[in-house]
């Protein structure tokens, strides 16, 4: 114990002082910049083709949910992200790794009143992902500054090789959006995609809203292959697709009382 925890402490130093690992980020479409020493902050190389926004957010019509659906989206996801699928090699609930998954309303949204939920939401998986909140809680609690909020748009991102698999990300997330690899995910992908970096064990995972996609003027996965059950876009746009819905409908978003402002939001 005394041996693990001096190993903790001396890559926690190193990282600190900016000395990181080999970078796991080659041969990425777009690039994936290494953080320099005076910028703890990777960046996608701009594009002129690229989507911007000065707070991405997205709103989800749970009426347009179904089960089919749910695995539709995570497949999207899954694939172009290099998710691995330990189903078969290891059952441990520990060891799956999900960056959007179908989780009951009641789990979803625990504080909400649901003494006479309407059968449509208690019968329905709702899709939950990383909120991208306005004021997230793992940023602040990230140690190396491998979590972190771009300043650009909203987006909380990781950098992959600063990570050094702490989990104090994981124990500030209430809304259980991380995962970690416990295994070398690489053995579990079906087909390696060279678009996108594998990760390594030992390292943090979750939902980044496609920010490589946006910066080649692409939709998110999921909501591309949502069927108009997910709409993204700016929310500080109050003619944007999003701000427009939500004029339009009543929403709600997961654990308001926590102030971490969520960026996703949900018409129920």
Known sequence: MENSRRSFLKIAGLSVLGVSAGSMLIGVTPRLLRASDGDAQPKFTSRPE???????????????????????????????????????????????????????????????????????LEHTELPVLCNHCENPPCVQACPTKATFKRDSDGIVLMDFHRCIGCRFCMAACPYGAR???????????????????????????????????????KLPACVEASEGALIFGDLNDPGSDVRKLLDEQFAIRRKPNLGTFPSVFYIV
């Open 179 to 217: 995962s970690f690899n416990f295994r070398d995910p690489r053995p579990a992908i079906k087909t390696i995609r060279d678009t996108f970096p594998t990760r390594s064990k030992g390292v943090v995972e979750k939902c980044n809203f496609c920010a490589e996609r946006l910066a080649q003027g």
């Open 50 to 120: 690229a989507m911007t926004a000065t707070r991405w957010g997205m709103v989800i019509d749970t009426r347009k949910i179904d089960h089919d659906l749910n695995m539709k989206l995570q497949e999207a996801c899954h694939e172009i992200h290099n998710v691995p699928d330990h189903v078969g090699i290891s059952n441990a609930p520990r060891h799956e790794i999900k960056w959007i998954w179908p989780t009951e309303f009641k789990h979803a949204f625990p504080n909400q009143e649901a003494q006479f939920l309407s059968s449509r």
